[in-house]
């Protein structure tokens, strides 16, 4: 069972949300926060495997709550999946780098907000590559600064696979243009956040955008 804490200021949406998840058989909301501090209090209390997280909140916005969430040791495993519109949102890839293992609009098909919960869930975070690379193209430089050293330690295989991660490819889509197996897609993944001291694939899909191998506009 997938335990979900769900944050958000606006009663009717966190409402809709519990409905939704209440028809899956494989998903349980465990809590409700109306504001940042209350999702971290409630987070570190009753350690979900999702924090579902809104960011314009009062008293403490949702990047600040994820930071200090995903920056807590006792928070374990907990995954923050942020809810919010891609258009207008300047603050996902904040949150991204906060710690965030994902993003999902709130106009979003209520069969893609379970869906995106049971893929983070399983590790395996899916993240929509068009609304990354929009996101990127907005607010990471065109002009950066190309940190090779990040990327040095990485084979000739890894640095495929991570340029696959920052297309928004799953392990079995990886492993389906690569032709390996998905177990040893995951194992490829897994080495190369070692690697690069990353939290999960979304931090991946930053390091591959800050270091110069993906840019926005590539497909």
Same mark, same amino acid.
Do not use: C, F, W
């Given at each position: 069972m997938i335990t979900v804490l769900v944050v958000d200021d606006q009663v009717l949406i966190r409402q809709a949300v519990v409905d939704l998840f209440d028809a899956v058989d494989d998903i349980t909301v465990v809590g409700q926060a109306e504001n940042g501090r209350e999702a971290v209090e409630l987070a570190l209390s009753l350690r979900p495997d999702i924090v579902l997280m809104d960011i314009r909140m009062p008293e403490l916005d949702g990047i600040s709550a994820t930071e200090q969430i995903c920056a807590e040791p006792a928070a374990g495993k907990i995954r923050v999946l942020i809810l919010t519109t891609f258009e207008e949102d300047e603050y996902v890839v904040s949150a991204m780098r906060a710690g965030a293992s994902g993003f999902i609009g709130k106009g979003a #098909?209520? #069969?893609?907000? *379970? &869906?995106?919960? /049971?893929?983070?869930?399983?590790?395996?975070?899916?993240?929509?590559?068009?609304?990354? &690379?929009? $996101? @990127?193209?907005?607010? *990471?430089? /065109? =002009?950066?600064? $190309?940190?090779? =050293? #990040?990327?040095?330690n990485l084979t000739d295989r890894e640095r495929e696979v991570l340029l696959l991660v920052a297309r928004g490819k799953t392990n079995q889509d990886i492993a389906e243009e690569l032709f390996i197996s998905p177990l040893t897609a995951k194992?490829?993944?897994?080495?190369?956040?070692?690697?690069?001291?990353?939290?999960? &694939?979304? /931090?991946? *899909?930053?390091?591959?955008? #800050?270091? !110069?191998? @993906?840019?926005? !506009?590539v497909p």
């Open positions: #098909e209520p #069969e893609d907000i *379970v &869906r995106a919960v /049971q893929s983070i869930h399983a590790g395996d975070s899916l993240l929509s590559a068009t609304a990354t &690379r929009a $996101l @990127i193209a907005r607010h *990471v430089p /065109q =002009s950066v600064d $190309l940190d090779a =050293s #990040e990327l040095a194992t490829h993944v897994n080495r190369i956040m070692a690697k690069l001291n990353a939290h999960d &694939r979304a /931090q991946l *899909v930053i390091v591959a955008y #800050e270091t !110069g191998l @993906i840019s926005p !506009g």
